[in-house]
């Protein structure tokens, strides 16, 4: 592979001279290869968008080179500029900036206008990119009467309207749900698999980097590290842990909507009620996960929850912090029970493992301020062994703690079930580590 | 690929957008390694390329309504003007096989006609090609020079 972009030395203030003076990029040194897939990564403010508009030739930096294929576009005049904007480069931006007024064909269409091509060429073209992107059936509709999601994919189709080699993704995410956020993600995914076109997208949420090739991070206007992604990396850590699992395909597909919609709802909750951001919840997601990968120990995974957002961690007071400690080891060592009773049972199918039920079973109703008849305790050992034994599937769990002791089932209430049957599939099941970050926050923040 | 050995492109607009424009796709698509674009805005300017012996072009892209600088400093478009330069590239027998490919808006069927029956390679109408499809034309008269 040969570089596309190659930048040297970048420097870019804003207001510079004045007392209000910002240092956006500090000797940015890079290659990007072409049909690479690239991630600029990293919290608000790094300078990243600086980066990606500095590439697009919109933002003019005030030392330093960046050449396209060879040639610095420092020195372009305006007219070559605006020809490499319109044709080199197609832009998807967070807030789609569509045109309000025109309706998708014709916002598709636009960019081939600027460059000379007749409406009705034009116009042709976008239609197929309609095709492409599953969306010609809004042709004639107009930004405001679709979806967000739908409004995204007419942003890319005319992002490739003048087929660039260069596709720049700003936050392209941001604004949407994860179904469509998946969607998106495919697509850039096939430009870059099918097309072969240069992908870069500015990011800072960690999910999205699911399909990138090369990650950028950044941090107070330089870049502080360059990951190339292997097979099992960064992004499949994160990505399949953090995203893919929420929108994995099962084989009930009624089911995999609740999940998603469960875990969306929960972490959107955890956003509005108790005032952490999307990115701390994420932050503290891919934490966790170090944690039970055992890459990092209990002390680092304290001192990084602690840590300000800033500094790469959550910014949790230090009480609470001490708290989801505590928590998080109980649910490790947990873990390391459920492992042990798996391995009895694999050895031997019908063992008792009556001792080790009643272990987790005490461990389930701590802090549970309701009594337990002799029959509930019962049926709720039952329960879990069946749970354990996967006789009983993770779906169905809530249900039956709920059930009326008569009926069978444990006869717990509904609030009591859920949070017994959330606390039983943490430690059953690395498939559910999205629902820790939840259940941790809301337990613990109180 | 080696400059020399590259494979030399003249156009000839006198409108710069255009100019600007044909010569930096093939940079931007990263096709300067095949291709050098050479770019004149007037017959006059292209005759001068065409008598330097190590800029002769492979192929010529022309637009067919080329304003003149008559003796008054005045501009006027004379059809005649790009027949007789068509004309002479193609009986010139010192010139390689350039290929003649008209660039134009120009759809009116009895200059399409006149082009025709001096030879050209190909008409194509500015409007009707999207920036890459201007690449894929060449490397297709270009058979086997394509990557």
């Known amino acids: 592979m040969d570089q596309i972009i190659k930048i040297e030395n970048l420097n870019l203030w804003y207001e510079k001279g004045k007392p209000i003076e910002v240092h956006a990029l500090k000797d940015i040194n890079i290659s990007i290869e072409r049909g690479d897939y690239v991630a600029f990564f990293g919290p608000s403010g790094c300078g990243k968008t600086s980066l990606l508009y500095s590439i697009s030739g919109i933002d003019r930096f005030q030392s330093g080179k960046v050449f396209i294929n060879d040639r610095d576009i420092s020195g372009l005049t305006n007219q070559e500029l605006a020809i490499f904007r319109q044709t080199g480069i197609g832009i998807v931006f967070q807030q789609f900036n569509l045109v309000q007024s025109l309706n998708v064909l014709k916002n598709v269409a636009l960019p081939m206008l600027f460059v000379g091509v007749t409406s009705e060429k034009a116009e042709m073209e976008a239609h197929k990119l309609l095709e492409r992107l599953d969306i010609a059936m809004f042709a004639d509709r107009y930004p405001f009467e679709l979806s967000g999601g739908q409004q995204q994919r007419v942003g890319i189709a005319r992002a490739l309207a003048n087929n660039p080699p260069i596709i720049i993704a700003d936050e392209p995410l941001g604004n949407l749900d994860s179904v469509n956020a998946k969607i998106v993600l495919d697509f850039l995914k096939e430009l870059n698999d099918k097309d072969g076109r240069t992908i870069i997208m500015v990011t800072h949420e960690a999910w999205s980097l699911r399909d990138v090739k090369t990650i950028y991070n950044m941090k107070d206007a330089e870049i502080m590290k360059v990951d190339k992604i292997g097979t099992a990396s960064v992004a499949d850590i994160l990505s399949k842990q953090l995203h893919e699992q929420i929108t994995s395909m099962s084989e009930d597909g009624k089911t995999n909507i609740n999940i998603e919609e469960k875990l969306s709802t929960r972490i959107l909750t955890n956003f509005l009620l108790r005032g952490y951001s999307m990115d701390e919840i994420r932050r503290f997601e891919y934490i966790i996960n170090e944690r039970f990968e055992e890459k990092i120990d209990k002390n680092e995974f304290h001192k990084l929850i602690n840590k300000s957002f800033k500094e790469g961690g959550v910014g949790l007071w230090k009480k609470k912090a001490d708290k989801i400690t505590i928590y998080l080891e109980n649910i490790i060592e947990k873990r390391k029970d459920i492992i042990h009773i798996l391995k009895i049972i694999k050895d031997n199918p019908i063992s008792p493992i009556s001792d080790e039920i009643r272990n987790i079973r005490e461990w389930l109703i701590e802090g549970y301020t309701g009594k337990l008849s002799a029959l509930q305790v019962l049926a709720l050992d039952e329960v879990i062994s069946d749970r354990i034994r996967n006789f009983l599937p993770a779906n169905k769990l809530v249900k039956i703690l709920d059930l009326s002791n008569n009926k069978s089932g444990v006869g717990l209430s509904f609030r009591a079930a859920q949070l017994m049957a959330e606390k039983l599939e943490l430690i059953l099941n690395n498939e559910n580590d999205n629902f820790i970050s939840s259940t941790v926050i809301d337990d613990k923040s109180k | ?147």
């Open chain 2, 1 to 147: 690929m080696e400059k020399q050995n590259k494979i030399k492109i003249l156009l000839i607009d006198d409108d710069e957008m255009i100019r600007i424009y044909f010569r930096d796709i093939f940079w931007i698509h990263g096709r300067n390694d095949t291709y050098e674009i050479l770019i004149a805005s007037s017959i006059k300017e292209a005759e001068e390329i065409l008598s330097n012996q190590d800029m002769k072009p492979d192929t010529i892209f022309l637009d067919t309504m080329i304003p003149i600088k008559n003796e008054d400093n005045k501009s006027s478009v004379q059809i005649e003007r790009t027949l007789s330069f068509i004309k002479k590239i193609k009986e010139d027998k010192g010139l390689p096989k350039i290929k003649i490919i008209i660039y134009s808006n120009q759809k009116e069927k009895q200059i399409r006609d006149e082009v025709e029956k001096l030879g050209v390679d190909g008409f194509l109408i500015k409007g009707e090609l999207m920036p890459k499809e201007i690449i894929e034309f060449i490397d297709k008269i270009h058979n086997g020079s394509n990557n």
